[in-house]
């Protein structure tokens, strides 16, 4: 079992930054994909960015490629997503996820509970 908690959203004028971070719970996060998705009112959820189990490999949507940065700390057990250049169409509901093995868009198996970004124009 993994467990997610995500943090760092906020409410942020168009143009700046924000830093998500998303603490993971248990000893085996290291083993685990991480991914960010993101959800608009009255829209689907999106694949926004995910990284491998080590940090080498990452891989981005290309509605945030350039303005956003995926990491991780595999001893905080914490992921996180430097979003710069925000737009409004940014804002969402953010949440992170964790799976096993590389898949950036594929089905993950755990989720947190989701931080709030609100850009406004």
């Known amino acids: 079992q993994v467990q997610l908690v995500e943090s760092g959203g906020g409410l942020v004028q168009a143009g700046g930054s924000l830093r998500l971070s998303c603490a993971a719970s248990?000893?085996?996060?290291?083993?685990?994909?991480m991914g960010w998705f993101r959800q608009a009112p009255g829209k689907e959820r999106e694949f926004v960015a995910a990284?491998?189990?080590?940090?080498?490999?990452?891989y981005y949507a290309d509605s945030v490629k350039g303005r956003s940065t995926i990491s991780r700390d595999n001893a905080k057990n914490t992921v996180y997503l430097q979003m710069s250049s925000l737009k409004p169409e940014d804002t969402a509901v953010y949440y992170c996820?964790?799976?096993?093995?590389?898949?950036?868009?594929?089905?993950?198996?755990?989720w947190g509970r989701g931080t709030q970004v609100t850009v406004s124009s």
């Open positions: 996820a964790a799976r096993v093995g590389w898949s950036p868009k594929g089905e993950y198996d755990y």
């Open positions: 248990g000893r085996t996060f290291s083993r685990y994909a």
């Open positions: 990284i491998n189990w080590g940090g080498g490999t990452t």
